[in-house]
């Protein structure tokens, strides 16, 4: 028996299988193919595709390039079928600026100008389009717009509102008038030329703000602020004479809120107080300073000459100082939330005539005594705040008594008791009386409830100047009191044709009014309702 090694089977064995192999035809597989149609551009593609083709490799075998909007239906990871349509739409976006015209509206406005049933277009806004751009996003599909959508609106220039002036003057009793009464409507300075029935407009331009509005002594220039049109500039200061109205100075002074005024003598010198903007409330911080400058008809403005630095004011300064020129004296009173006192400019002297309790309003404005002089300079006339003996919180106390602080001796005495935080006394010009004395009157604001006096109205009193013959004369007891302003009223600067004697102007519900204080008689001058300030000299 013949025997053979492992290994030499092993590739006996080895050998067999290769040559059994060999012998063994090769099979090559067949693949089935699709077909699909693109659809693009506006034109058809025919396609023989691998199964298992994704729509995007068949996009990239013809090199069609998708941009980023384009569409494809089906999407481009989804795995063509045998047949398909793939459908490229061509999306297209761009974006149109449009130029529109902004309407502009119009608004009615009351005026004493015109007589009741005229109208008329305010000759200084007579209403102007606006102009705006309108971005639009315009969407293509295959080069035919699909949509159009507004993205942005940019307002190039704002529109100007028409005015339109209508009458409200009615038949009033026209009165005859001594000196110069110029009231403040609308944002305009208006003066009564010698009759309540001729009105003339000093300065027509609706931009005053009220703040500083105030006569030189002999009437022939008033001083005014208008508000500020940059920032960091609440209102500028100017004047005009009521002789030619044409002329009007810049003053070059800006952010004047508490007091400016003449001084005393002159027409063309001015002294005031300046406060610095703030973006809080009330809106600014208080320098309570004292500057003054002169001008020319020309236009020329001094350089600023100091009287007084800034500083902080005392208690509640942030809010401001209130200043009043003695007549025909270089004396100024001042009135913080604090106290009142007297500056002697030409000897550079402060002296404190009466401390007050500071009022906590609790809020972003702080209480300052309104005051007045009398019409020889030697009593000064203001609001004190006296709260009772043993109240815990004096400075929340809501008891105001009326005073006159006697200067020279500077002593203070109380005149009217609760009488409310916002009096306002207002002495008269002096008056010849028949036995031959000087005397003067105090017209005075007395709150309805004087323990709520921040908010309570009042009803206008008159008073001798030492407290006595103390009478309420308007309006009646059955009518609305008075809303209490710093520039609520004036005295007469003599006597009126159709009374005989002084009368006092009133604001009331907007109006002014004309009282006797004799009589209580009561005219109405105006009826706008619109007025917000007057000042007669």
């Keep these: 028996?013949?025997?053979?090694?492992?290994?030499?089977?092993?590739?006996?064995?080895?050998?067999?299988?290769?040559?059994?192999?060999?012998?063994?035809?090769?099979?090559?597989?067949?693949?089935?193919?699709?077909?699909?149609?693109?659809?693009?551009?506006?034109?058809?593609?025919?396609?023989?595709?691998?199964?298992?083709?994704?729509?995007?490799?068949?996009?990239?075998?013809?090199?069609?390039?998708?941009?980023?909007?384009d569409r494809v239906e089906p999407p481009p990871s989804s795995v063509v079928v045998d047949q398909a349509e793939i459908m490229v739409t061509r999306i297209r976006?761009?974006?149109?600026?449009?130029?529109?015209?902004?309407?502009?509206?119009?608004?009615?406005?009351?005026t004493e100008l015109l007589s009741e049933g005229v109208e008329q277009y305010d000759p200084l806004q007579k209403g102007e389009p606006g102009l705006q751009e309108i971005t639009y996003r315009i969407l293509y599909e295959d080069g035919v717009e699909i949509s159009r959508t507004q993205i942005k609106t940019t307002v190039i220039q704002e529109p100007q509102t028409q005015i339109i002036l209508y009458g409200t003057r009615q038949k009033h009793t026209p009165l005859d008038i001594p000196g110069e009464l110029v009231y403040l409507s609308q944002g305009n300075a208006i003066l009564f030329n010698k009759n309540t029935a001729n009105r003339v407009p000093i300065v027509n331009s609706g931009d005053l703000d009220g703040r500083i509005f105030t006569l030189s002594q002999d009437g022939t220039w008033l001083m005014f602020s208008r508000h500020g049109v940059v920032e960091n500039v609440i209102n500028t200061?100017?004047?005009?004479?009521?002789?030619?109205?044409?002329?009007?100075?810049?003053?070059?002074?800006?952010?004047?809120?508490?007091?400016?005024?003449?001084?005393?003598?002159?027409?063309?010198?001015?002294?005031?107080?300046?406060?610095?903007?703030?973006?809080?409330?009330?809106?600014?911080?208080a320098n309570n300073n004292l500057l003054t400058r002169e001008f020319s008809t020309s236009g020329w403005v001094s350089p600023v000459k100091t009287l007084v630095d800034s500083n902080s004011g005392g208690v509640y300064g942030w809010w401001g100082v209130d200043y009043a020129y003695a007549p025909a004296m270089n004396t100024l009173a001042y009135a913080g939330p604090d106290e009142i006192g007297i500056l002697d400019l030409a000897n550079e002297t402060r002296e404190t005539l009466l401390p007050v309790v500071p009022l906590q309003t609790r809020s972003d404005w702080a209480w300052v005594p309104g005051m007045h002089w009398?019409?020889?300079?030697?009593?000064?006339?203001?609001?004190?705040?006296?709260?009772?003996?043993?109240v815990i919180n004096p400075e929340e106390a809501q008891d105001f008594d009326l005073v006159a602080i006697?200067?020279?001796s500077n002593i203070h005495v109380s005149l009217i008791s609760d009488v409310g935080m916002f009096a306002y006394p207002i002495p008269s010009t002096i008056q010849v009386q028949p036995s031959g004395e000087n005397a003067y009157s105090i017209a005075y604001l007395q709150a309805i409830f004087p323990q709520q006096s921040e908010t309570s109205r009042y009803r206008l009193c008159v008073m001798d100047r030492d407290g006595s013959n103390r009478k309420e004369i308007f309006p009646s007891s059955t009518s609305p009191g008075i809303e209490p302003s710093e520039g609520w009223g004036a005295w007469s600067p003599g006597p009126l044709e159709i009374t005989g004697g002084y009368v006092v102007a009133a604001l009331y519900q907007g109006n002014i009014w004309f009282i006797d204080p004799d009589t209580g008689n009561s005219w109405q001058v105006t009826g706008d309702g619109m007025i917000d300030r007057i000042i007669w000299r």
């Design 1 to 69: 028996m013949r025997l053979y090694h492992p290994s030499s089977l092993f590739v006996f064995l080895v050998l067999g299988v290769v040559l059994i192999s060999g012998c063994t035809p090769t099979v090559t597989p067949t693949v089935s193919m699709i077909s699909g149609s693109v659809f693009v551009d506006g034109q058809v593609y025919q396609l023989q595709l691998v199964p298992g083709t994704t729509v995007g490799e068949a996009l990239q075998s013809l090199e069609i390039n998708l941009n980023t909007l």
């Design 93 to 110: 976006e761009e974006f149109e600026i449009e130029q529109v015209e902004i309407p502009f509206d119009q608004k009615r406005l009351p």
């Design 237 to 285: 200061l100017w004047a005009v004479s009521l002789d030619d109205p044409e002329t009007i100075i810049d003053l070059k002074t800006e952010n004047v809120i508490h007091f400016a005024d003449w001084v005393p003598g002159s027409n063309t010198k001015f002294i005031y107080s300046t406060v610095e903007p703030r973006q809080v409330a009330p809106g600014w911080q």
């Design 374 to 390: 009398s019409p020889d300079g030697s009593v000064l006339y203001t609001v004190d705040h006296v709260p009772p003996p043993g």
């Design 406 to 408: 006697l200067v020279d």
